[in-house]
Structure formats: C-alpha cells, structure tokens
T-cell receptor
Framework: EAGVVQSPRYKIIEKKQPVAFWCNPI?????LYWYLQNLGQGPELLIR????????DSQLPKDRFSAERLKGVDSTLKIQPAELGDSAVYLC???????????FGPGTRLLVL | RKEVEQDPGPFNVPEGATVAFNCTYS??????FFWYRQDCRKEPKLLMS???SGNEDGRFTAQLNRASQYISLLIRDSKLSDSATYLC??????????FGQGTTLQVKP
C-alpha cells in the first residue's frame, strides 16, 4: 500500500516568492495534517483536516499561509509571500481518524534565500 | 516551558550498550503517549506506544509514570542501526500530537 506522498521533495525560492506544497494521504484516511519542522526541533502542527473541514488551524500564520483540501482527499499548503524564516521541512501526515496512528510523508524541504 | 521536554543529547554509546531516554510533559490532560523515531533527513515513524504498565518490543522498553508526568525509553544491546533521533510525543484529548524536540542517539562501533 502506498504511503503518504508529498511533492516537491525540495524547493529553493527567493524571499517574497510564492510556494505551494502538495500532499496525497494514504487511501481511506479521513484526517490529514500539515506540520512544520525546524532544524533540531520536533514537528509542530500547522493545520488538521477532518475530511474537507479544517478543524484545528490555530498555529497557521494566516497572513501568509493558506491550505485547502477541497474534496477531502489530497491537500495543498501555500505560502505567499515566503520569508527567510519559513525555511524548514513541511511534513504531511494522515490517519484513519482523529486519535489514530499518524503516518508521515517524506516532507518538503524548503529553502528561502 | 515546552509542553513536552527532552534532553536533545547527543547520546554517544558503544554497540551493545544500554541507553535510556527520558521525557517530561506538562499537560496532565494528555491522554496517550508515544515514541517516534526519525532518521536523518527522513520522516518520523511510530516506534511504540507508551503505557503505565510498561511495554516491551524486543530490545525496546517504554514506561509512563502519570503521577510524575514522566516517560522513558530504554534500548538494550544497542545496534548501529539504532542511531537516530527519538521523539517523545503526547496526544492531547483534542487529537493533537505534541512533539518533544527529540533526543539524538549515535551508536558507535
């Protein structure tokens, strides 16, 4: 069975440019998560979706970050405009339902110059 | 103060050694706990759940002390392949996972 798929794996952009990350969760998983992981730190939740509904986006910087999961399957996370401090790994995870084991994708490593 | 705290290490141990990692959490409403393993430049993967009664999976033993809000992971007979970062994780009753910053283990030949 395929795991969580993310693309791109790596992205280098200049500050003030927009960037988008894509995630396809494990088939049948209703809950999807976007995490941010800075170097030397654990992942921090940005947003959680239950099907197509965002149910926890309190950590998402809404002035520049947006996310969508229109059909309750795959999801896109966007940053516009990117800042130097956004350089990090963006991880997507999915689980059957809330509270079930979360499976992580390989992440997108973003470098903002 | 972080909700889940770990000593970042690194812990440098020889092959065959026994090593223990500790973790403390501050939110008493956390309902479940886990250890995740993260290899360099890879994604976190669930290693094991942690129960008050203690649980063992091969060379790995995890223990939860709710009274002290303390979690531990013991690795016996360390292998080179155990080298990784070990993340202590608490699950809030809202379904949100809170990760510690991770403890780095380096097993040397």
């Amino acid at each position: 069975e395929a795991g969580v798929v993310q693309s791109p794996r790596y992205k280098i952009i200049e500050k003030k440019q927009p960037v988008a990350f894509w995630c396809n969760p494990i088939s049948g998983h209703n809950t999807l998560y976007w995490y941010l992981q800075n170097l030397g730190q654990g992942p921090e939740l940005l947003i959680r979706y239950e099907n197509e509904e965002a149910v926890d986006d309190s950590q998402l910087p809404k002035d520049r970050f947006s996310a969508e999961r229109l059909k309750g399957v795959d999801s896109t996370l966007k940053i516009q405009p990117a800042e130097l401090g956004d350089s990090a790994v963006y991880l997507c995870a999915s689980s059957l339902d809330v509270g079930e084991t979360q499976y992580f994708g390989p992440g997108t490593r973003l470098l903002v110059l | 103060r972080k909700e889940v705290e770990q000593d970042p290490g690194p812990f440098n141990v020889p092959e065959g050694a026994t090593v223990a990692f500790n973790c403390t959490y501050s939110n008493s409403a956390s309902q479940s706990f886990f250890w995740y393993r993260q290899d360099c430049r890879k994604e976190p993967k669930l290693l094991m759940s942690v129960y008050s009664s203690g649980n063992e999976d091969g060379r790995f033993t995890a223990q939860l002390n709710r009274a002290s809000q303390y979690i531990s992971l013991l690795i016996r007979d360390s292998k080179l392949s155990d080298s990784a970062t070990y993340l202590c994780v608490a699950l809030r009753n809202t379904g949100k996972l809170i990760f510690g910053q991770g403890t780095t283990l380096q097993v040397k030949p």
